[in-house]
């Protein structure tokens, strides 16, 4: 199997340059992704993906809810980004991870919030890979990335009141039970794995060492596919000139910092952008991308790191993050709360405005938004926030609000979802976590 698919990813159609590969969207006239399945455009030729997107510490619980179904879903004031997706997504309230109960405040709430594992204590870290790493592991051969792990914020290091270690505060993606997978923070850096831009010429456009080869494309496919391809190119552009900008930011940086580690300075002494909303508008751009060329169909994007300090002077909030969300109740954390669904909302709708075949990618894609847990003062993981975009190539029904709070603490696993997520991905596993059942009613 994995002979055929390395086969699969050399027949792919790909524009190279200098130092550079460009990969291309779905195009109906010709078989872009090396398959002619897909150019058949029934629902379930096209590639599956799933991506991940974390928010710490809690949400307005006031103002995040939803009810009804489809077009007549109501949705609570938090949640008011999502409104013109609402019969693409689905709310989910009442799962939980049982092992990120009864540990302590933070760490132990964060570090198995995409495996569900029980966490050790101290110096040697010990948990369970997640859930996107259980997929890339199994579908990753397909593309020529398995994964792609992304985050808005810097990694800390050290240890928590609790004892347990801030690594687990800081990662949301783990390959084994001892090693995060390395999270990528730097947009620029993002953005050159994506078209294994290399060397020295990084700082000449990707586009102006393919155009020759682009060009020559565009007269072999149609004309809905040209127009297409045009727009491709200037999304990759613009983002390209978005990151080239973080680039140079980065580099002044690592010339000031001389000897110590950027990872030890201060955003955005380190070369990260001062303005976070830039950054993350950045990092869901190059998911976007990512999923659009095929470049890989599993990532994650820790917005914000457990114990945040980050700051949103744009919201008109004067706490941090962390200290917002302890008056999780207020006007403050609510604008907050709904910032970060937004995010969800703006990589979801990039996604619905890429065609494939009758569909976009979002149709054929799962978006997962989720907390580590329900109210910042209390610390409740009780009731983990979950959000979904996308259908999932036709195996995951959408426009629902699915409440398992009243039901039995054996029906509300969190691993639950994430078994039902592999199962619809093509990966029929017995179980997941502490779950061994996927999620009933899902």
Same mark, same amino acid.
């Given at each position: 199997?994995?002979?055929?698919?390395?086969?699969?990813?050399?027949?792919?159609?790909?524009?190279?340059?200098?130092?550079?590969?460009?990969?291309?969207?779905?195009?109906?006239?010709?078989?872009?992704?090396?398959?002619?399945?897909?150019?058949?455009?029934?629902?379930?030729?096209?590639?599956?993906?799933?991506?991940?997107?974390?928010?710490?510490?809690?949400?307005?619980?006031?103002?995040?809810?939803?009810?009804?179904?489809?077009?007549?879903?109501?949705?609570?004031?938090?949640?008011?980004? $999502?409104? #013109?997706?609402?019969?693409?997504?689905?709310?989910?309230?009442?799962?939980?991870?049982?092992?990120?109960?009864?540990?302590?405040?933070?760490?132990?709430?964060?570090?198995?919030?995409?495996?569900?594992?029980?966490?050790?204590?101290?110096?040697?870290?010990?948990?369970?890979?997640?859930?996107?790493?259980?997929?890339?592991?199994?579908?990753?051969?397909?593309?020529?990335?398995?994964?792609?792990?992304?985050?808005?914020?810097?990694?800390?290091?050290?240890?928590?009141?609790?004892?347990?270690?801030?690594?687990?505060?800081?990662?949301?993606?783990?390959?084994?039970?001892?090693?995060?997978?390395?999270?990528?923070?730097?947009?620029?850096?993002?953005?050159?794995?994506?078209?294994?831009?290399?060397?020295?010429?990084?700082?000449?456009?990707?586009?102006?060492?393919?155009?020759?080869?682009?060009?020559?494309?565009?007269?072999?496919?149609?004309?809905?596919?040209?127009?297409?391809?045009?727009?491709?190119?200037?999304?990759?552009?613009?983002?390209?000139?978005?990151?080239?900008? $973080?680039?140079?930011?980065?580099?002044?940086?690592?010339?000031?910092?001389?000897?110590?580690?950027?990872?030890?300075?201060?955003?955005?002494?380190?070369?990260?952008?001062?303005?976070?909303?830039?950054?993350?508008?950045?990092?869901?751009?190059?998911?976007?991308?990512?999923?659009?060329?095929?470049?890989?169909?599993?990532?994650?994007?820790?917005?914000?790191?457990?114990?945040?300090?980050?700051? %949103? #002077?744009?919201?008109?909030?004067?706490?941090?993050?962390?200290?917002?969300?302890?008056?999780?109740?207020?006007?403050?954390?609510?604008?907050?709360?709904? %910032? %970060?669904?937004?995010?969800?909302?703006?990589?979801?709708?990039?996604?619905?405005?890429?065609?494939?075949?009758?569909?976009?990618?979002?149709?054929?894609?799962?978006?997962?938004?989720?907390?580590?847990?329900?109210?910042?003062?209390?610390?409740?993981?009780?009731?983990? #926030?979950?959000?979904?975009?996308?259908?999932?190539?036709?195996?995951?029904?959408?426009?629902?609000?699915?409440? %398992?709070?009243?039901?039995?603490?054996?029906?509300?696993?969190?691993?639950?979802?994430?078994?039902?997520?592999?199962?619809?991905?093509?990966?029929?596993?017995?179980?997941?976590?502490?779950?061994?059942?996927?999620?009933?009613?899902?």
């Amino acid at each position: 199997m994995r002979s055929n698919s390395f086969s699969q990813i050399s027949r792919r159609t790909l524009l190279r340059g200098a130092g550079v590969t460009v990969g291309l969207p779905w195009l109906e006239s010709i078989p872009v992704w090396g398959s002619s399945l897909a150019q058949e455009g029934s629902e379930g030729s096209f590639p599956k993906r799933f991506a991940a997107l974390f928010m710490a510490c809690g949400i307005n619980p006031d103002h995040w809810w939803a009810k009804g179904a489809g077009s007549d879903m109501e949705l609570g004031k938090s949640l008011a980004p $999502m409104e #013109p997706l609402k019969n693409k997504m689905n709310f989910i309230s009442g799962l939980f991870n049982k092992n990120s109960t009864g540990v302590g405040i933070h760490p132990g709430q964060t570090g198995n919030i995409l495996s569900g594992a029980s966490l050790q204590k101290g110096s040697e870290l010990r948990g369970g890979i997640s859930v996107d790493q259980v997929l890339a592991n199994q579908l990753g051969q397909q593309t020529v990335q398995a994964s792609l792990v992304l985050g808005c914020e810097q990694p800390i290091t050290g240890y928590h009141e609790t004892n347990f270690s801030m690594a687990y505060s800081s990662h949301i993606s783990w390959q084994n039970a001892t090693s995060p997978v390395p999270m990528e923070v730097y947009p620029s850096l993002a953005f050159d794995s994506l078209f294994d831009n290399r060397g020295s010429r990084r700082n000449q456009s990707v586009l102006d060492r393919v155009k020759e080869q682009a060009a020559s494309l565009s007269l072999d496919v149609s004309g809905g596919d040209r127009a297409k391809l045009d727009e491709f190119l200037t999304s990759v552009r613009e983002v390209e000139k978005r990151a080239e900008r $973080m680039r140079m930011e980065k580099e002044s940086a690592a010339e000031r910092a001389q000897d110590q580690p950027l990872i030890s300075m201060k955003r955005p002494d380190n070369g990260l952008p001062e303005d976070i909303r830039e950054h993350m508008r950045l990092m869901c751009d190059i998911v976007a991308l990512a999923f659009q060329m095929d470049k890989t169909r599993i990532a994650t994007l820790l917005l914000c790191r457990d114990i945040s300090g980050l700051f %949103y #002077p744009f919201l008109d909030a004067r706490n941090a993050h962390h200290s917002a969300s302890h008056n999780e109740k207020s006007d403050e954390f609510e604008r907050i709360s709904t %910032y %970060y669904c937004s995010q969800l909302a703006y990589l979801a709708s990039r996604l619905d405005q890429m065609q494939e075949g009758d569909g976009t990618v979002l149709d054929h894609s799962c978006l997962m938004f989720i907390n580590n847990m329900w109210r910042g003062s209390t610390h409740d993981s009780s009731n983990v #926030p979950l959000l979904t975009a996308g259908g999932l190539g036709g195996s995951l029904q959408t426009g629902r609000v699915l409440n %398992y709070r009243d039901k039995g603490d054996d029906q509300r696993k969190l691993c639950s979802f994430y078994l039902s997520l592999m199962h619809r991905m093509g990966h029929d596993a017995d179980r997941f976590g502490d779950a061994d059942t996927p999620l009933a009613d899902l």
